[in-house]
């Protein structure tokens, strides 16, 4: 249930509405806005009484939620979700933020170059799997949390946020001090129970879709973490399987405009993994800012014929760069701008 409240409604008429809700027997969440506060009741909301709510006092309108996802839909947050980062970025306003780095760290020298490239290209997170999700279990696993401490160094060292895949909850504690944002890998996107305790977590998610997941079981693995509190999610396209053999996977552009309508959650594009053909990353990449992504994550490498992982798919440097001036383009065509980090280096 979804009940918005007047714009100049004040407090005591709001927790009159949250008392009387939790009475009812329901969780209660809650979204100020920049007009509006909004109350979901997220439960068993049968038993509860609309027409009630729309008498007391402060009520603007009270309606059920029929779709299955309540807090991901768009009502609960009409104007859309912006998470903010400490270093001023902000994802899901009319900035577009490039996350950039390698599949996976491989050495102090390789993520330290990288950092500095992506950084004079314009991007503003830095990626890079530690812990790295293989489908041979002997393929290289991933540096751990030695490279996390690597790639925290880097970034700091250019001012850039860090983002680095969790894949199980024992990861997540050790994760903390050395990440900005969690992704959470298409492969473990019903991993139900890493996404429950990523609810309780105080850092921004990103959620890939899974390579065999409707977008409404992405918008329902997405409730799993805003259920727990975290409201700080964005959600990310990589591509899904199909019949298609030519690229590894079949980049559904489609699937932004259907989120950014559905829900309130930030989307971003990777084209990396859409394509797995470096080729094709620069088209989709534009692509994705065209359709109205809120970002997109790329892989990039110093030398990506000898990348540890997903090499095939990594950009070099120089047509990164160049990548992020034509997508310079595409943001002005569509009203945006392409997000730059507050110089987090220089205050250092
Ligand atoms: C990655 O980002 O390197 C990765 C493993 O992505 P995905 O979960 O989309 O396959
Ligand atoms: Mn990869």
Redesign the pocket.
């Known amino acids: 249930m979804i009940v918005a409240m007047q714009e100049h409604a004040n407090e005591e008429q709001i927790d009159a509405v949250i008392e009387r809700m939790i009475e009812g027997g329901v969780n209660v969440h809650r979204t100020t806005g920049t007009t509006q506060t909004i109350l979901a009741g997220v439960g068993p909301t049968s038993a509860l009484d609309i027409d009630e709510f729309k008498l007391m006092s402060g009520v603007l309108s009270v309606h059920r939620i029929s779709s299955p996802y309540k807090l991901a839909g768009r009502a609960f947050r009409p104007e859309g979700t912006i998470v903010e980062f400490n270093n001023g970025v902000r994802i899901g306003g009319d900035e577009i933020a490039i996350m950039a780095g390698p599949?996976?760290i491989e050495s102090r020298e390789q993520i330290f170059l990288t950092a500095k490239q992506v950084k004079e290209a314009g991007a503003s997170f830095l990626?890079g799997?530690a812990f790295?999700?293989r489908s041979s279990p002997y393929a290289f696993q991933g540096m751990g949390i030695p490279g996390l401490k690597l790639m925290r160094e880097a970034a700091d060292s250019q001012g850039l946020l860090a983002i680095s895949?969790v894949m199980e909850i024992s990861q997540i504690e050790p994760m903390l001090p050395y990440v900005d944002c969690f992704?959470?890998?298409?492969?473990?996107m019903q991993n139900f129970n890493l996404l429950r305790e990523l609810g309780k977590v105080r850092k921004p998610i990103l959620l890939?879709?899974g390579?065999s997941a409707t977008i409404e079981e992405l918008l329902l693995s997405s409730e799993y973490i805003l259920a727990g509190g975290n409201y700080d999610v964005i959600l990310?396209e990589?591509?899904i399987r199909t019949y298609e053999t030519y690229t590894r996977n079949t980049m559904d552009i489609s699937a932004i405009p259907v989120v950014k309508a559905l829900s309130h959650l930030p989307i971003v594009g990777?084209p990396?993994?859409g394509t797995g053909r470096r080729d094709m990353v620069p088209a989709m990449a534009k692509a994705s800012v065209a359709a109205g992504a809120d970002g997109i994550?790329v892989?990039v490498h110093p030398n990506p014929d000898k990348a540890a992982?997903?090499g095939a798919q990594t950009l070099f440097p120089e047509r990164f760069a160049k990548l992020v001036e034509e997508l310079r383009l595409i943001a002005t065509a569509v009203g945006r701008s392409i997000a730059s980090p507050v110089a987090a280096a220089a205050a250092k």
């Open positions: 599949c996976s990626r799997g790295k999700p895949e992704q959470v890998g298409a492969r473990n890939k879709r390579m990310c990589r591509g990777d990396s993994h994550i892989e992982s997903d």
